[in-house]
């Protein structure tokens, strides 16, 4: 396949002059551009200090094409699952009709466009919406013609049916124009009433030409035998019929016959006294001459070839198509009009050069919507050629990729993204991998969102990340709750015992916790780091003590330090909170639990006075420590002894 | 591609950096003027400045943003041959409320003794760490081990690379495949004959970084260098800017298990385009590495693209108009008549029609009695909707 020499697209930016450089960064939708210059290192210069953001595809932000995007999505996942179970000769209906349901996308945006391209004031924004609506019609006439050549695959005999209403379709200004004609006052006088009729015969339809006839040979009853033989041979007029029984060759036969009625109808000079009469019988005929008079009415070559085909070579087969084609768009383009791209389009099509036609339209289109829905659709039908490439990806694949990393660049339009992603299988993954860190998490709800895509993929890296992302936030913003329930998503331990030592140290400072909710919900989370597990573990004393379980919650507090769940730093604390449950007139300590206390205490006061030989610390604040001892010491003593009693009595 | 706004720096002196954030919603300028300014988007897009200060006491030339898992960081580098860590700091609630972001210095890393050239984070995959590259041809790694305390860094590795250094860029991928790579260039101008590239590579058993790979081709000055993201190739991609852009494939050759050197690489040139005439100054691939963008000599920037036949070419260019802003925000491609005038034609067609008729209209009268079965589920899925 040759590679078209395509011209790199030039944009201007307003005010970089000459002479300077631009630098430029990337984003993830656009480019930055900023007048610089990297040469003179150190030197001062003054210059421009605009930075432009210069943006590649504005059509994502148009609201109207957002619905053809979001439906066409609708539409490609709905392919993707087509008939896995059906054999791919019974698939053909499905996929036209899923074709037409993705044209009819097209045409359904399109009349939005138009409508409100009528509706609106300002000029600027009607030039942009006509445009969008020409291109969004080139498409679809392009599109169409795939259907039926490629897609449908209409044999001899049906494919020149489905190319009439093809054409019929794109050139419908003839029925604007036949109400315009019906509603004057004359409508066999108007002066477009001869183009109405041509134009219907020129499109084969014979009954809305036949019906038109009819009033003007109300008006001439002189001619009323040349009228009535026009009737005759228009309605003899033969149109293949695929559902009948009849043969291509006995419609040819019968074609033919109708023909030379023709031409004997003009031999001998039926129709010579009225000359629009006669000039219908030379088109019927498909003269050359008489066709190309009539190129205003037919607009465009591929009218012509579909005209001529219609009363020439009716039963054309498929792959001779190219030939009539090529030779009707030379006839009908004189020397001096160049043949644009969507000529040369429709001429690959024709051809059957499929890869031609996608590459045209890529290059052609700025937007990869069309060749990505429409090579997605080919493929399916296994009408593309294995094109293995070493760069990995297929031209499918390829074109999807392109298609979705632009949508990704959009703030909502990215979850479409998504589902072309895992339906490209070779580098779907990791762009998805790439695109989806990167999407802006203004919310904690954005946030779940992302992350949900994420989660249901087993993309791990990224759910790490994205919840680190958001629990470094919220810590730095002092929501310590939200900071943890992240981090837990993460499994981030590091993470989860660093905020856990900020929970313990608000505690210490204004002795209540905050989200208490979360704390109390840990469940097997709080495993995650031994700092957490000591902080859930502790709120949970808190609570026992506070539902009076003192027993429960005494077990449970000195198991926090027998365990070493608890750091040692926060033993005092810990052997504080005892002290009213020694204090209490019940005996809650048993003996083993009192001396395994006192061994904390012992422990503790040992290693704070090794560390306070290293490192002086104040005087005053050794004294309240020494006091918080001395009366832990009473009370354990003193619930030594009525705990030795009291066990004492019952053993006896 | 179109101008889609313009934004007033209001440097007072020529920007040498501007970077985005990972998410793309802030930005971070840098100037000849010795200050930084930070950039957040708006819901509706523009951008507002929320902080700017003075950050160095020369030309800053880089400014960096570290990812976003480590909290508001930036790292800049300047003329003044020091690099510095900055943090944003959630400040009093007024502040907000006027839109401004309160940044501190958490660090100045003064071991260079000339203009430090370059800075850049290291893949988050290895930590918070930070590399720089200066003029006197030395690359340091520096290491925060405690991400809640930026103001302790150390100095982990330092690199000589012999050659006055102008650039370095990470290996984006993941050390999970292979060791933590980087690649640095050099502009010096003394010595012509020597490979102006050079590839560094994290030993396991050593615990230090050792040259894998120069790139002997590659003699002239390089200004900037750039690893393409990964995507699960089994090769590294690497753009340079020198006297022209190319592009270099390397291709890690299997060692033997014993073996415990560096990786060697098949080094294959994929691309070279002189289009920028002279001088390459900068080089940056976007997310998913389909795209290639330079700034040269010529005053553009080029954007450069593989097909799927992986021929590269360039697709775009952005040019200077060389006019002062005339208030015009630039126009959208005119695509429609790169289709053609037929299309025009057709478009008339419909413009002759009102909005009430509409394509519906011409969609169902076109529709001949004889072949109505043809197009029957076209147009009703849309009607149906409405």
Redesign the interface.
């Known amino acids: ?1 040759e ?1 078209l020499d ?1 011209e ?32 003179a ?16 595809d ?1 059509d994502i932000y148009s609201p109207i094409l957002r619905k053809l995007f979001n439906e066409s999505h609708h539409i490609f996942v709905g392919l993707q699952t087509v008939g896995e179970d059906v054999p791919s000769k019974n698939k053909k209906p499905q996929f036209v ?1 899923i074709s ?2 993705y ?3 097209i ?2 945006c ?2 939005e466009l ?2 409100l ?3 609106t004031k300002d000029a600027e924004a009607a030039t ?1 919406l ?2 969008q ?3 969004l ?2 498409i679809e ?1 392009i599109w169409n013609l795939c259907e039926v050549l490629f897609i449908d695959a209409a044999p001899a005999g049906s494919l020149l ?2 190319l ?2 093809w054409v ?6 003839v ?2 124009k036949t109400r315009e004609v019906l509603q004057s006052e004359s409508p066999a006088e108007h002066h477009n009433y001869w183009d109405v009729v041509v134009s219907y015969v020129l ?3 014979v ?2 030409a036949r019906q038109m006839l009819v009033k003007q040979a109300n008006l001439h009853p002189a001619a009323r035998g040349m009228f009535k033989l026009m009737d005759k041979l228009l309605s003899k007029m033969p ?1 293949y019929n695929p559902r009948s029984t009849q043969t291509l060759t006995e419609f040819d036969v019968i074609w033919r016959h109708w023909h030379e009625e023709v031409d004997r109808c003009l031999q001998d000079n039926s129709f010579s006294s009225n000359q629009h009469l006669e000039f219908i019988c030379k088109i019927l005929l498909g003269d050359e001459d008489s066709l190309l008079e009539c190129k205003d009415l037919l ?2 070559w591929y009218h012509f070839l579909v005209t001529r085909l219609l009363f020439c070579h009716p039963t054309v087969k498929p792959t001779d198509l190219h030939y009539y084609a090529q030779s009707c768009m030379t006839m009908f383009l004189d020397s001096r009009s160049v043949s ?4 040369s389009i429709l001429l690959a099509s024709f051809e059957f050069d499929i890869h031609q036609v996608i590459k045209d339209c890529s290059i ?3 937007n990869w919507w069309f060749v990505a829905h429409l090579t997605d659709l080919l493929d399916h039908c296994k009408l593309l050629q294995s ?1 293995n ?7 499918r694949e ?2 999807l ?2 298609y979705a ?1 632009g949508l990704f660049t959009h703030h909502s339009l990215w979850q479409l993204a998504v589902d072309y992603f895992d339906h490209c299988p070779e ?1 779907g993954r ?2 998805l991998e ?2 989806i ?6 919310t904690e709800r954005k946030a779940l969102k992302v992350l949900r895509v994420c989660e249901e993929r087993q993309m791990s ?1 990224q759910v790490r ?1 994205i919840c ?2 958001m629990a ?2 919220a810590l ?3 929501r310590l709750g939200s900071a943890l329930s992240w981090s837990i998503r993460a499994k981030d331990a590091a993470f989860a015992t ?1 905020i856990s030592e900020r929970f313990l140290q608000d505690y210490s400072t204004r002795g209540t916790f905050s989200d208490l909710d979360l704390i109390d919900n840990l469940g097997p989370s709080m495993l995650l780091s031994n700092r957490l597990t000591f902080l859930g573990k502790y709120r949970e004393f808190h609570r026992l003590y506070g539902q009076k379980h003192f027993s429960k919650a005494a077990k449970l507090l000195l198991s926090l330090m027998t365990a070493k769940i608890a750091p040692q730093s926060f033993w005092m604390t810990l052997l504080t909170d005892a002290l009213p449950l020694l204090e209490q007139k019940e005996v809650i300590f048993s003996v083993d639990q009192t001396y395994e206390l006192m061994f904390c205490l012992e422990e503790l006061t040992f290693s704070q006075v090794a560390a306070a030989a290293s490192e002086k610390k104040p005087r005053q604040e050794d004294d309240v420590e020494q006091t918080k001892v001395e009366l832990l010491r009473l009370a354990l003593a003193r619930n030594l002894a009525t705990a030795i009693v009291k066990e004492g009595t019952v053993d006896t | ?20 954030d ?4 802030r ?1 971070a ?1 840098c ?2 003027d010795q200050s930084v300014k930070v950039w957040d988007k708006s819901e509706n897009g523009d ?1 507002h400045c929320t902080a700017s200060w003075k950050t160095h006491s ?2 800053v030339w880089r400014v960096t943003w570290a990812h ?5 960081v930036l790292a800049s580098c300047s ?1 003044d041959r020091t690099a510095a860590v900055w943090e944003e700091i ?1 400040g009093e609630s007024n502040d907000k409320q006027r839109g401004l972001s309160h940044w501190i210095k958490r660090t100045t890393l003064v071991d260079s003794r000339t ?1 430090v050239t370059d800075v850049k984070f290291a893949p ?1 995959h290895m930590g918070l760490m930070l590399t720089t590259c200066s003029a006197d041809g030395v690359v340091r790694i520096y290491e925060a081990p405690d991400v ?1 305390n930026l103001s302790q860094w150390s100095l982990q590795h330092e690199i000589s690379c012999k050659l006055s250094c102008s650039c370095l860029s990470w290996n984006p991928s ?1 050390s999970r495949v292979h060791p933590s790579m980087f690649a640095v260039g050099s502009d010096d101008i003394n010595v012509t004959c020597s490979g102006k590239v050079q590839i560094y590579e994290y030993n396991e058993n050593t615990r230090k970084y050792a040259k894998a790979e120069t790139l002997m081709t590659v003699t002239d000055a390089v ?1 900037d260098i750039a690893f393409a ?1 990964n ?3 089994s090769f590294h991609i690497l753009a340079i800017a020198t006297k022209d852009v190319r592009l270099f494939k390397l291709v890690p050759i299997r060692k033997e298990s014993t073996s415990t050197g560096p990786t060697k690489f098949e080094v294959q040139i994929v691309a070279q385009f002189d289009n920028h005439n002279s ?1 390459v ?2 080089v ?5 590495s ?1 795209l290639l ?1 330079s ?3 010529d ?5 450069w693209k ?6 590269w ?14 208030g ?3 126009q ?5 008549t ?10 008339n ?7 009430g ?7 169902i ?7 109505s079965h ?2 029957t ?7 149906a ?1 409405r």
């Not at chain 1, 290192?41 to 590649?56: D, F, P, Q």
């Not at chain 2, 008729?357 to 969609?363: D, F, G, M, R, V």
């Open positions: 396949m590679e395509v790199a697209v030039v944009t201007e930016i307003p005010a970089v002059s000459t002479g300077k450089h631009m630098g430029f960064a990337w984003g993830p939708g656009d480019i930055l551009v900023y007048e610089t210059l990297y040469k290192k150190g030197a001062s210069s003054s210059g421009s200090s605009l930075i432009h953001e210069v943006r590649k504005e009709s037409k349901n044209r009819s996308v045409r359904a399109m009349e138009q409508q391209a009528v509706l942009r006509g445009n609506v020409s291109i019609l080139a006439l049916l489905h009439l209403d019929r379709l794109h050139k419908a200004d029925d604007e499109q084969g339809r009954e809305e149109f607009g465009t644009e791209p969507l000529d052609v289109l700025n094109h490439l070493h760069f990995g990806s297929n031209l390829f074109l990729l392109e990393s580098f990791v762009y790439l695109q860190e990167r999407v802006p998490l203004e890296e990340s680190k992302i470094t936030r730095r913003n002092n660093l | 591609m179109f101008v889609a706004r313009s934004i007033t720096a209001d440097h007072k002196d020529l920007i040498h950096d501007v970077s985005y990972f998410h793309g919603r930005m300028t100037s000849s951008w020369g030309s976003p898992e480590f909290g508001q003329f959630v203009s988050k809640m993941s200004h993201p995507l699960g190739r001088q100054w900068r940056s691939w976007n997310i998913t389909t963008a700034s040269g000599d005053g553009c920037v080029r954007l593989a097909n799927y036949m992986d021929n070419k360039c697709t775009g260019i952005l040019k200077g108009d060389g006019s002062p802003l005339t015009s925000s630039g959208p491609t005119a695509m429609s790169v289709l053609g005038s037929s299309i025009q034609t057709s478009q067609a419909l413009n002759g029609i009102s909005a008729s509409s394509l519906k209209a011409l969609y009268s076109a529709h001949s009695p004889n072949h043809i197009h589920p076209v147009g009703q899925d849309c009607h909707r």
